[in-house]
């Protein structure tokens, strides 16, 4: 039986992770943190505890007391805010992952952080982006991703932690709005299209945007932590992808869901997520590709 804490379980992705987690291995057996208090469902129906993951100590405190085998780490601050505050950005980033980490190392845990596509830059080929490809990101969150991918690989050679990770798209979902990342505006034209609101978005005609449909994304975590760690040949981060959205059919997308009561759903070309050829091929993954960092 797995005993999981997921630390920063307050955002996007946290609040839609532990409702996954707690029906699949059992509301008591999922512990959430986050460094701000917390109310709703995810106190009320499991243990929750106040962690700041740059204390060490908090992360020890809890794993000790909860007899934790596997951690989530999902503190972190996003890209638009990072570079706002390029030293909060880089403490958390890397803090929350190397006090994971070496708890990690410590009480013998297995570890999953997500990577973004944050981690490429305008050098990487953007379309069929390798696994192993060129990674020169020119903003801080782009820095901590590349630099927690080297550490992830370190940890696993050199003491053999079980790291596990993927290369997270933009996420659409509709449970906690965005933390503040580059793609945010893909989430906030559907919220506006629902309150019948006019929205513009940020970015030109013909910019492309790699994105992800969150249940695909809680899918692809659970995937990789579920797999048989004998076969997993990358610990840095997988890549993982869904669907490339151009900025104008986001736009189109928005005017078909004003006119409808049925949830919001992201573009109907949306698809399974899809694992790049060196993922370890978890059962149920669909069409082995890799679209474009563009
Ligand atoms: N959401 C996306 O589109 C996306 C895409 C690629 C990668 N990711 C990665 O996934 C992870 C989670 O992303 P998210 O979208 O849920 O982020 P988010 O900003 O929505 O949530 C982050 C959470 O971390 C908490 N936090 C901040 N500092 C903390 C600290 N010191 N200690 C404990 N908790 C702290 C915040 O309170 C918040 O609840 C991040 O590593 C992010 O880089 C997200």
Redesign the pocket.
């Known amino acids: 039986m797995k005993k999981i804490l997921i630390?920063?379980?307050?955002?996007?992705?946290?609040t839609e992770l532990v409702k996954k987690l707690r029906a699949t291995y059992g509301n008591q057996n999922v512990v959430a943190?986050?460094?701000?208090p917390l109310t709703g469902e995810i106190v009320e129906n499991g243990p929750f505890e106040r962690?700041?993951?740059?204390q060490i100590m908090q992360i020890v405190d809890v794993v000790k007391r909860y007899n934790i085998d596997t951690i989530y780490n999902?503190?972190?601050?996003?890209s638009a805010t990072a570079e706002k505050n390029p030293m909060l950005g880089w403490n958390?980033g890397i803090g929350?992952l190397v006090n994971c980490l070496e708890t990690a190392r410590i009480f013998n845990c297995a570890v999953f952080?997500?990577?973004?596509i944050?981690a490429f830059g305008a050098s990487t080929p953007h379309d069929n982006t390798p696994q192993d490809t060129i990674q020169r990101p020119n903003t801080i969150y782009g820095v901590t991703?590349v630099t927690g991918e080297l550490l992830s690989d370190y940890y696993f050679t050199r003491f053999g932690v079980d790291t596990r990770s993927v290369r997270?798209?933009?996420?659409i979902s509709n449970l906690?709005l965005?933390?503040?990342?580059t793609?945010d505006y893909a989430v906030e034209i559907y919220y506006a299209a629902v309150k019948g609101e006019k929205f513009i978005c940020p970015i030109s005609k013909g910019t492309y945007m790699d994105m992800m449909y969150m249940p695909d994304a809680l899918d692809a975590m659970v995937d990789i932590m579920e797999a048989d760690p004998t076969k997993l040949v990358h610990r840095n981060s997988f890549n993982v992808t869904a669907m490339t959205t151009p900025s104008r059919s986001t736009i189109r997308t928005s005017r078909w869901s004003t006119s409808s009561t049925r949830s919001v759903r992201p573009s109907p070309t949306a698809g399974r997520t899809r694992w790049t050829t060196a993922a370890p091929a978890p059962s149920g993954a669909g069409t082995r590709s890799m679209t474009s960092t563009r």
Request: charged share 10%; net charge neutral; no cysteine.
């Open positions: 630390v920063g379980s307050g955002g996007q992705i946290g943190s986050d460094l701000r962690i700041d993951s740059t999902l503190a972190a601050i996003l958390v929350s952080t997500p990577s973004s944050g991703k997270f798209p933009g996420l906690t965005p933390g503040g990342g793609t």
